[in-house]
């Protein structure tokens, strides 16, 4: 099984239990950990023509999903926003399961100086 690791996605969103976490918003960070499916080894097929469109995860693709569902969606909490992102990005029919990891780097609790995250695991059945 292929693992694809997205790190560090970063914009602007709106969560929190405040409601100026949510109005004004805030900087948020999510990483990924998308699984794909395990490739047959049919030695009739070419390794190269597996280096193709059709038979990847496309980064690009999925960060624009994270970054559109995490600039659009106003939610209280992280592990909310991190569960929309994981049934977002497991609807590509190539994904096996998706990791997501959301941070919150300045939450409004001073004594916490290195952020606090949120993670969701979603497996397709």
Do not use: N
Not at 81 to 107: G, Y
């Amino acid at each position: 099984m292929g693992k694809l690791v997205i790190s560090q996605i970063e914009f602007h969103g709106h969560c929190g239990v405040t409601e100026a976490e949510r109005s004004v918003g805030q900087r948020l960070k999510v990483d990924l950990e998308v699984q794909s499916y395990e490739r047959t080894s049919d030695v009739a097929v070419p390794i190269s023509q597996w280096d193709t469109p059709d038979h990847i995860i496309d980064y690009q693709a999925v960060t624009q999903i994270v970054v559109g569902i995490g600039r659009e969606t106003s939610v209280c909490y992280l592990e909310t926003l991190a569960q929309h992102i994981a049934s977002a990005v497991l609807k590509d029919v190539r994904i096996q399961s998706v990791l997501v990891r959301v941070t919150k780097p300045f939450p409004p609790v001073p004594e916490i100086h290195d952020g606090v995250s949120a993670e969701v695991l979603l497996t397709r059945l």
